[in-house]
Each structure stands twice: as C-alpha cells, then as structure tokens.
C-alpha cells in the first residue's frame, strides 16, 4: 500500500481536536459482510454459517464508526431482508456499531448485487444531501460499485475505503485500501474530518481486542511488514504498538 500522506498530519490532528471537523454533512455508508462482519463469502459454507449463526466482528470497525462525526450512518448490504433482526442485534446490540436504516438486498437476492448497490446508492445520492464516505472490501464488487458512483457523482463522494481481505483485484483508483480501520482513521484525520480524540479511539478499540483472529481472520491477507502512513507525532506510540503487533502476527501465522 503506498500513501500520499501530507506533511504536518499531526498538526492538523492537534488543531481539528481543538476546532473541531468540517461543517459539511457527510454520510457513512458501509458494506456488512467482510467489511464490518467476518463472513467469508467467498467460502459458500462459511458464509451461510456466518451469516445465520455467526457473531464476530472485525477489531476496531464498531469503535471507528461511533467516532467518525458523521450525520448519518446507513449499512448498504447484499444479505437478505430474511436476516434483517439478526444484523440488527448482532450490529448495534452486541458489537455495537452506531445505529443506521439497514439496506439489505431482498428475501431471495435473486438481483445482481453490483446492480442492487448501485441502484440504492444512486437513490440515496437523489434523496439525502451531503458527501458520502463508503466502505467496503474487495471480496465482491463494492471497489467498483463505489468507484463508478463516485465517477457518475464526483462531488457527492468524500472518500472510498476497500477492506483489503483477499488482494486479488487491481485497484480501481478511487478507493484507499486498508487492512486495518486505523487507516481509515489517519485517512479521515488527513482530510480534517476526524480529530485526534477520534484517531486515539479507533487505536486503543483495536487493540482492546487481543484476539488476533479478529483483525487478520485465516483467509484475509495478512501484511509482513505493517505500516501505517505515519507514526510520528502524539500518537506515535500507539500506532507504533498497532505496526508491531499487526507485524509480528502476520510474521508468524
């Protein structure tokens, strides 16, 4: 993963925590399965399992999203409406991720989901004001859905985040790839919508969470080397700790 990252990260980080984000309405929109939930659903075996039985939850997801300061927050998903309570307990009840209108696919996602997603984001772009940010992961086809919006509605898109699980599709040129929700978190806090109050909670929720499982399940993409745009400034050391740990598991797994 390369980043432009900007000189001075740290010191907008100082400054938004004192003068808080940008006035702009932004809606998070978010995938479910592999990006918020760990499904495997390119395993058709885990991914029914998990999706009717399972209750785990990517490590620092639910954390980053209670503190991105967004309007609204909507989960845009191809599960069927058949699971709508179950994603609703486990989402906001257990793992708790903030509250939003689940948009979910229908009893017998017989629609093409590129189709499915493209189509309700189209309408929410119509009937919602405000900047987008998206986020999804590369297990389907979110990178494309998001970036030929983003292509068809420019002005409407803040910024496209693709989990990085599998790392067999070629970037679109949209999107930034993460392993890890703190990349989000630095992303965000570069494009002044996050403060250092928020970088620090999406950090210290990720390594609440010592079972390494629930960052780099078995079939995601687990990076030797892990390191993060920047290290420098106030939160050097916990996002140095973040760099170690992700580093050492993916070493020895």
Sequence with gaps: MKFDLLPGLFLILALSSQVGVAAEPTILIS?????AKITHV???????????????????????????????????????????????????????????????RGKFV????????SRNLRDLAKNLQGKFILVGDDTESDADVFCDFAKDFPDRVAAVYIHRLMGDREPRGCELQYFLPIEIAVAEAKAG?????GVKAA???????????FWFPAFAACPRNYRLPSNQGPLRQILGKIETQASNYCTNR
């Design 42 to 104: 390119r395993d058709s075996t885990d991914a029914t399992r998990n999706g009717l039985f399972g209750h785990d939850f990517f490590a620092g997801m639910a954390d980053l999203y209670r503190a991105m300061p967004v309007s609204r927050t909507l989960y845009l998903s191809g599960s069927p409406t058949l699971l709508r309570s179950k994603l609703a307990g486990d989402l906001f009840g257990g793992a708790g991720f903030p509250p939003g209108d689940l948009i979910l």
């Design 31 to 35: 995938d479910i399965d592999d990006t």
């Design 110 to 117: 017989f629609e093409d989901i590129y189709a499915f997603k």
């Design 203 to 213: 950090a210290q929720g990720l390594l609440k969470v010592t079972d390494m499982h």
């Design 193 to 197: 919508r996050l403060n250092s109050q």
